[in-house]
């Protein structure tokens, strides 16, 4: 049986194999998803837009995340993503896995959407609702710009902190309306 996560990364193939500008398309739709890496270089791509436009909702079988990503990507220049849909990490969950503020060495949850080592990132009309854990993380990017961007988690998630930035030049975020948990 072919699976959603299979005709991402199916998608993702494809694009990341063509030449020039490169769109993969989302349509309006619920769509549950397991944790995914979307890897370039993508050589011949000169921007790779995807235009999101659906309701995409984590996995909430903590066992599958062997990593601390529900969707990352991962060196993949030209990167814009948009169009207004959702990730729903369906963080509610998983909550009671999350043992971080109670001891030192715990296994994080999953951050829904993670850029790594990407280069010219536009991130706009992004919508992410309750985190297992950040909403986005940002690390080891250059020229990463993001706007109007929608974070929302209830005032009981632990630590679902809005975006965590580490090691990131020449950074732009505008418009966001980031409402987070106590933690």
Not at 48 to 53: G, M, N, S
């Amino acid at each position: 049986m072919f699976s959603l996560f299979q005709a991402f990364l199916k998608a993702w193939d494809a694009a990341c194999a063509s030449s020039g500008k490169v769109k993969i398309h989302i349509p309006p739709g619920t769509y549950k998803l397991g944790p995914v890496k979307f890897k370039g270089p993508c050589k011949n791509v000169t921007t790779l837009t995807i235009v999101h436009k659906g309701t995409i909702k984590a996995s909430t079988n903590i066992d599958k995340y062997k990593s601390d990503y529900w969707v990352e990507f991962y060196r993949v220049n030209g990167l814009t993503l948009e169009g207004g849909g959702t990730f729903d990490g369906q963080g509610a969950d998983t909550w009671m896995h999350n043992s971080c503020s109670k001891k030192k060495h715990c296994q994080a949850l999953p951050v829904s959407v993670k850029f790594i080592h990407t280069i010219d990132t536009t991130v706009k009309r992004f919508k992410s609702i309750n985190p297992k854990f950040f909403h986005m993380a940002v690390i080891g990017c250059e020229k990463f710009h993001a706007t109007n961007l929608t974070l929302e988690a209830p005032e009981e998630s632990p630590n679902t902190d809005g975006i965590h930035i580490e090691t990131s030049t020449n950074l732009k975020i505008t418009d966001a309306n980031i409402r987070t948990g106590d933690d």
